[in-house]
């Protein structure tokens, strides 16, 4: 009876360090990237409840799945915003949108550095690992409907099957914020075009336009995420884990190698 509740609860944590303005923000966390990161891991323990606790050998089945796609995706979703960090050269949140929009490329201030310029591998990892953190097409091995009937879900009905939604597309909805913040400069906008240099001298009126900026880019990311959910045939079990490990996790070690040797040089 819990798993669903478990589920729902570790997308709405995840909201709590997402920054929506200058001031807008339930907390200013120094690790919030480590937070995030920790707590979008939780729901595979919700999942794993609800293949168990259902006593059916498709729910078992597709929460083992699940959890396998997980942890093999967590480390690519991990090793893409690692990046990130090393060019920002902090784990706030907030740190991060002013240091996309305060910064330059090339000597050119004028579109800020919105990482996912400078960062496009670790973006493309990233959206990749968020698709695969949501068990939706083509990572629904864990759900797949001519195998499993219904995955881990089987077994529940009525409203607790109607939570496990909500928290799929709820939590889609947070990994677009989250992507907003880390690569598209997040409720910010290029400091350049008001000469505004730091935090301090943001005007107070981007508390209220910085949350639609932030809706805005969080609407393109989930478009990006619902049109591959709906574009793509899936993957097969075998070919899934061999993406993950073989290819992502050694092309975003190579994204952190590249990013690190600028960063000495530059």
């Known amino acids: 009876k819990m798993a669903p509740i478990v589920v729902l609860v570790s997308t709405f944590l995840l909201v709590a360090v997402v920054p929506f303005g200058p001031d807008a923000w339930f907390t200013n966390f120094e690790a919030g990237v480590f937070y995030a990161l ?15 606790a259902s006593a ?45 929009n305060a910064g ?87 400091f350049a075009w008001f000469g505004w240099t730091d935090l301090d001298s943001v005007a107070n009126w981007m508390n209220l336009v910085g949350p639609v900026i932030m809706i805005t880019k969080m609407m393109l990311v989930a478009f990006i995420i619902m049109w591959v959910r709906f574009s793509y045939p899936r993957f097969r079990e075998d070919q899934l884990q061999r993406f993950a490990w073989k290819v992502l996790i050694p092309v975003s070690l190579a994204n952190i190698a590249v990013t690190s040797i600028f960063k000495v040089v530059m």
Do not use: C, H
């Open 38 to 52: 920790a707590v979008s891991s939780l729901s595979v323990l919700g999942i794993l409840m609800a293949g168990w």
């Open 56 to 100: 059916n050998k498709y729910s078992l089945l597709g929460g083992l799945r699940a959890a396998g796609q997980l942890i093999a995706y967590e480390l690519p979703m991990v090793l893409a915003v690692i990046g990130v960090i090393i060019q920002a050269e902090t784990m706030n949140l907030q740190q991060i949108v002013l240091a996309q």
């Open 104 to 190: 330059s490329i090339f000597g050119f201030d004028g579109l800020g550095n919105p990482y996912v310029l400078t960062q496009f591998v670790g973006f493309v990892i990233f959206m990749i690992a968020v698709q695969a953190e949501l068990t939706q097409a083509p990572f629904d091995m864990p759900i797949a409907e001519s195998e499993l009937v219904s995955g881990y879900m089987t077994e529940y009905s009525g409203f607790r099957f109607l939570i496990f939604f909500i928290g799929e597309f709820a939590t889609a909805g947070v990994f677009a914020l989250i992507a907003s913040v880390l690569f598209l400069g997040g409720w910010g906008i290029p």
